[in-house]
């Protein structure tokens, strides 16, 4: 089994102003590892994703996330926000060798972006 | 391609009402998937299905029935609709990769389910 702990609910930021979220897991088994974006009023994107090799890992709007497998977090960052950023943004894990591509999914941070 | 498409967008039900949320994909991918969400609780599995006819239970599937009859579609079923199941609804499908590798869920827009 697997637990995602996302430790800000809300994180208010200028923008401009670089932004990281935090993530950490617990699992028993090895786990591919992701960043999904929530728009308002809209399904799921896929930010990025880790499965394997370099930990420091790029996806889409300049985003970024680094794996650590000895703290057993993926945080993300961005260096400079945009008010376009103003978000949903959770991470989710899945279990690697499971069929179904199931997602274990963190609590979600709220990114607002301020002018 | 349409992508993964979920009716009705927004649905308002009493205590006990009997409904089925709608699920289809024309990407011809193995893997479904049924999740919902609710506030600071992120996404949570409640059903999903690795190829036609193949169904398993997920974190919270009390209240919920699926089955998979097409590759196509996935339907969500709510027996007896409780307060409790009040939440965004939303489904996702991927292709079925081989271990070791991982292919991208692609997420519905979504259900807005009201029990009063």
């Known amino acids: 089994a697997q637990s995602v702990t996302q430790l800000d609910s809300q994180v208010p930021v200028f923008e401009e102003a670089p932004v990281e979220l935090r993530c950490n897991y617990s699992?028993?088994?090895?786990?591919?590892l992701f960043w999904y974006v929530q728009y308002p009023n809209q399904g799921l994107q896929l930010l990025l994703k880790?499965?394997?090799?370099?930990?420091l890992v790029k996806g889409i709007n300049g985003f970024e996330a680094e794996f650590n497998k000895s703290q057993t977090s993926f945080h993300l960052r961005k260096p400079s926000v945009h008010i376009s950023d103003t978000a949903e943004y959770f991470c989710?894990?899945?279990?690697?060798?499971?069929?179904?591509?199931?997602?274990?999914f963190g609590g979600g941070t709220r990114v607002l972006v301020k002018p | 391609n349409a992508g993964v498409t979920q009716t009705p967008k927004f649905q308002v039900l009493k205590t006990g009402q009997s409904m089925t949320l709608q699920c289809a994909q024309d990407?011809?991918?193995?893997?479904m998937s049924w999740y919902r969400q609710d506030p600071g609780m992120g996404l949570r599995l409640i059903h999903y299905?690795?190829?036609?006819?193949?169904?398993d239970q997920g974190e919270v599937p009390n209240g919920y029935n699926v089955s998979r009859s097409t590759t196509e579609d996935f339907p969500l079923r709510l027996l007896s609709a409780a307060p409790s199941q009040t939440s965004v609804y939303f489904c996702?499908?991927?292709?079925?990769?081989?271990?070791?590798?991982?292919?991208?869920?692609?997420f519905g827009p979504g259900t807005r389910l009201t029990v009063l």
């Open positions: 299905s690795v190829g036609a006819g193949i169904t």
């Open positions: 990407m011809n991918h193995e893997y």
């Open positions: 996702a499908s991927s292709y079925r990769g081989v271990i070791g590798t991982y292919n991208e869920q692609f």
């Open positions: 880790y499965l394997s090799g370099s930990t």
């Open positions: 989710a894990v899945s279990d690697r060798e499971a069929a179904g591509n199931k997602l274990t």
């Open positions: 699992s028993s088994v090895s786990v591919y």
